[in-house]
């Protein structure tokens, strides 16, 4: 079975600061990996996505994420936050055999002026 | 935006009603969700759909039905609504007709009051 673990419910940022959202994974075979971002009451937005090939992802917005496999993770970066990253980020999983994917439990990122 | 509507947005019932959901897809796509989202608990899969009457049970699925019968509406149906049922409703789809492992894209929501 898969499943996502996200390290820290809350997390504040200056505006300007580096942003790291952590995220780490639970899979018997490789998985496909994905975060997305919502802001409040909207839908989720697909941030980027890594499912083979090149370990180091880029999204939008500036946001990037490495995939590494010993390590079980694929957390979120940006080198600089900004007012406007200030939202819901999710982490998700999926197998390459799979049908379902599985959704971390969310960080609120606030970005502090 | 891949062409998703839910309807109603928001919604207040008393507990022991039926309550549908819809959600609707413009674009014939094949794989459809539905998830609920609630504090602390992230998107929990309640049912899916790939295809035509083809649907199949997510891990929260207890007290939910769903029905697809063309392929650009999957309804979503609480039988007999409880307490425990008020969420965030969100309908998801996978583009194309392309297998299920590839990126969702979701709706608006629909929030949901039981009362």
């Known amino acids: 079975a898969q499943s996502v673990t996200q390290l820290g419910s809350h997390v504040s940022v200056s505006e300007g600061a580096l942003v790291l959202l952590r995220c780490n994974y639970s899979?018997?075979?490789?998985?496909?990996l994905f975060w997305y971002v919502q802001y409040p009451n909207q839908g989720l937005q697909l941030l980027l996505k890594?499912?083979?090939?090149?370990?180091l992802v880029k999204g939008i917005n500036g946001f990037e994420a490495e995939f590494k496999k010993s390590e079980t993770s694929f957390h979120l970066t940006k080198p600089s936050a900004h007012m406007s990253d200030a939202a819901e980020y999710f982490c998700?999983?999926?197998?390459?055999?799979?049908?379902?994917?599985?959704f971390g439990t969310g960080t609120s990122l606030t970005v502090i002026p | 935006d891949a062409g998703i509507t839910q309807s109603p947005r928001h919604k207040v019932t008393e507990t022991g009603t039926p309550v549908t959901l819809r959600c609707h897809q413009t674009?014939?796509?094949?794989?459809m969700y539905w998830y609920r989202q609630d504090p602390g608990h992230g998107l929990r899969l309640i049912h899916y759909?790939?295809?035509?009457?083809?649907?199949d049970k997510g891990e929260v699925s207890d007290g939910y039905s769903v029905s697809r019968s063309k392929t650009e509406d999957f309804l979503l149906t609480l039988e007999s609504a409880t307490s425990s049922q008020t969420s965030v409703y969100f309908c998801?789809?996978?583009?194309?007709?392309?297998?299920?492992?590839?990126?969702?894209?979701f709706g608006p929501g629909t929030r949901l009051t039981v009362l």
């Open positions: 998700a999983v999926i197998t390459n055999t799979g049908n379902q994917f599985y």
């Open positions: 899979s018997s075979v490789p998985p496909y």
């Open positions: 890594y499912t083979t090939g090149a370990t």
């Open positions: 674009e014939n796509h094949r794989y």
């Open positions: 759909s790939y295809g035509v009457k083809d649907t």
């Open positions: 998801a789809i996978t583009p194309g007709t392309s297998r299920s492992t590839d990126t969702q894209y």
